[in-house]
């Protein structure tokens, strides 16, 4: 526990399409646990933003810090960067407001059309098998985090460390498999 006369506040601010579970999941749990076990702070909130149609944009963590050197800036950031903290996160400290940017993870986000493939399609397949198929032809090359159901499409968010290699191993079952035609794949970190 950090005393809290001395306190200062780290905002990490990660560029990542996550759930508030799975942000807890993969990086807030662990951040906390390695924080703690390395007596400099600790995890003390977490706020997800979302976009105009509901789907989730980014998500914060607020660290408690005894101090927010550049060592335990650096302790954060590096930690973060080992869970896997996509390009375009940054960190700010609250009280002078210096921002670092870090993440070294690329991310790729693939929508399956949830309202233009014959009805017959929607009867015979399944999202969980879609996700869990990505995840098996990922291999080491990246991992399925988190997932967002819109009215009209369902996303899945990759991370790894090459979107153009997550592409090319997601590519022969997006093309095959019925309930990814017409999917759309964008480039989200």
């Known amino acids: 526990m950090v005393d809290g006369s001395a306190q200062q506040i780290v905002i990490v601010h990660l560029n990542a399409k996550l759930r508030p579970m799975d942000r807890g999941e993969h990086f807030e749990d662990p ?60 960190l700010t400290v609250a009280d002078s407001g210096s921002l670092r940017p870090f993440g070294k993870a690329e991310g790729i986000a693939v929508y399956l059309n949830g309202t233009d493939l014959p009805a017959e399609t929607y009867k015979a397949c399944d999202s969980d098998f879609v996700s869990s198929e990505f995840g098996r032809l990922l291999g080491t090359e990246g991992r399925v985090l988190s997932y967002w159901q ?38 989200i970190a």
Not at 157 to 164: A, K, T, W
């Open 31 to 90: 951040l906390d646990t390695a924080l703690r076990m390395a007596g400099r702070g600790e995890v003390s909130g977490d706020g997800t933003r979302l976009e105009k149609s509901g789907e989730i944009e980014s998500c914060n963590i607020e660290v408690l810090v005894p101090e927010s050197s550049e060592d335990v800036v650096h302790f954060i950031v590096a930690t973060l960067e080992d869970l896997g903290a996509p390009k375009g996160s940054k």
């Open 150 to 187: 819109g009215p009209a499409e369902t996303a899945f968010y990759m991370y790894g460390p090459s979107s153009q290699s997550m592409r090319a191993r997601l590519e022969g079952f997006l093309a095959t498999y019925p309930l990814c035609q017409k999917c759309r794949i964008t480039q």
